[in-house]
């Protein structure tokens, strides 16, 4: 089982070495670092690890934007050049929650199932879907007038899209969590389809949170929709910890930051990997977790 990891990082380089040591040991590991800052803070260390990869292709990432999707498509691109088993898209804050052993076994034992879920957003009247597919946002262009708008959007619910994406037919669009871990056929039917859809490519970009949307759209407008978990789309529910895939993450207000306090409740959960932990806040933490996960 070769097993690519996609890290999309941007801060607290400390972690993001920590995280990248470990999973160098049993997979290969992608990296991409926000244009806005220094890569050199994250890489020094790590140049002498052979299957640990920094992107040469830089994107400015914006929360909300577009940014993200081309990020991880210019990671995607680079991790299928070298051909793996499986595609695992992290970000930066996360780690692992399971020893390398146990997570190759899993990917092993589910060789052909695409761990990536969502729901059909394209016929909901519930604002919280219907914002993300009917209403236009700018996020990746941080002038003064986009900021106006999606204010005044936010308040007005500018319905200016019918909901669907039409390209070559109509697609509806789907929504989940932005982690997921996809087969070598899946990834190559996604960047194949990104490269030759420009059209579908631009309704994105001013969707809000398309990393949320693009590669669930993709998926569950095709065939392969029949091999993920859940063998197809599922019910709207709303709030994206309702959408975990192999990641346990809380999201009251925002994403928790789990400490050493968290530590018993996390070892029962069957979740490969955890999200977010910080070197300030989740060092005790990460200790005992390296301590029981046998990692060196």
Same mark, same amino acid.
């Given at each position: 089982?070769?097993?690519?990891?996609?890290?999309?990082?941007?801060?607290?380089?400390?972690?993001?070495?920590?995280?990248?040591?470990?999973?160098?040991?049993?997979?290969?590991?992608?990296?991409?670092?926000? @244009?806005?800052? *220094?890569?050199?803070?994250?890489?020094?260390?790590?140049?002498?690890?052979?299957?640990?990869?920094?992107?040469?292709?830089?994107?400015?990432?914006?929360? %909300?934007?577009?940014?993200?999707?081309?990020?991880?498509?210019?990671?995607?691109?680079?991790?299928?050049?070298?051909?793996?088993?499986?595609?695992?898209?992290?970000?930066?804050?996360?780690?692992?929650?399971?020893?390398?052993?146990?997570?190759?076994?899993?990917?092993?034992?589910?060789?052909?199932?695409?761990?990536?879920?969502?729901?059909?957003?394209?016929?909901?009247?519930?604002?919280?879907? =219907?914002?993300?597919?009917?209403?236009?946002?700018?996020? *990746?262009?941080?002038?003064?007038?986009?900021?106006?708008?999606?204010?005044?959007?936010?308040?007005?619910?500018?319905?200016?899209?019918?909901?669907?994406?039409?390209?070559?037919?109509?697609?509806?669009?789907?929504?989940?969590?932005?982690?997921?871990?996809? =087969?070598?056929?899946?990834?190559?039917?996604?960047?194949?389809?990104?490269?030759?859809?420009?059209?579908?490519?631009?309704?994105?970009?001013?969707?809000?949170?398309?990393?949320? @949307?693009?590669?669930? =759209?993709?998926? @569950?407008?095709?065939?392969?929709?029949?091999?993920?978990?859940?063998? %197809?789309?599922?019910?709207?529910?709303?709030?994206?910890?309702?959408?975990?895939?192999?990641?346990?993450?809380?999201?009251?207000?925002?994403?928790?930051?789990?400490?050493?306090?968290?530590?018993?409740?996390?070892?029962?959960?069957?979740?490969?990997?955890?999200?977010?932990?910080?070197?300030?806040?989740?060092?005790?933490?990460? *200790?005992?977790?390296?301590?029981?996960?046998?990692?060196?």
């Amino acid at each position: 089982m070769k097993i690519a990891h996609l890290i999309l990082a941007h801060k607290d380089p400390e972690h993001i070495k920590r995280l990248v040591r470990v999973l160098s040991q049993f997979s290969d590991v992608f990296i991409h670092i926000d @244009l806005r800052v *220094d890569e050199s803070i994250f890489s020094n260390g790590l140049e002498h690890y052979p299957n640990v990869f920094f992107i040469e292709k830089r994107i400015k990432c914006y929360w %909300g934007g577009w940014s993200l999707v081309e990020a991880t498509m210019v990671l995607l691109q680079k991790a299928l050049k070298k051909s793996h088993d499986r595609y695992v898209l992290l970000q930066g804050l996360d780690y692992i929650l399971k020893s390398p052993t146990q997570i190759i076994n899993f990917f092993s034992q589910n060789n052909e199932i695409e761990f990536i879920r969502g729901c059909n957003i394209s016929e909901s009247k519930d604002r919280y879907f =219907t914002q993300k597919c009917r209403q236009i946002w700018f996020f *990746d262009n941080r002038n003064i007038l986009y900021r106006i708008y999606n204010n005044l959007n936010n308040i007005l619910r500018i319905n200016l899209r019918n909901g669907r994406i039409y390209d070559v037919k109509n697609y509806d669009v789907f929504y989940g969590s932005a982690q997921w871990a996809l =087969t070598n056929s899946c990834a190559k039917y996604i960047t194949e389809f990104h490269d030759h859809h420009p059209r579908f490519n631009r309704w994105f970009k001013y969707a809000l949170c398309p990393d949320e @949307l693009y590669f669930h =759209t993709i998926v @569950l407008n095709s065939e392969y929709r029949l091999k993920t978990v859940a063998g %197809g789309p599922e019910k709207e529910i709303r709030g994206l910890v309702n959408w975990r895939n192999l990641h346990y993450f809380e999201y009251p207000k925002q994403i928790r930051i789990f400490t050493e306090s968290d530590f018993d409740f996390l070892k029962g959960k069957n979740d490969l990997y955890i999200r977010k932990v910080t070197t300030s806040e989740s060092g005790e933490l990460l *200790d005992r977790l390296d301590n029981t996960l046998n990692i060196r």
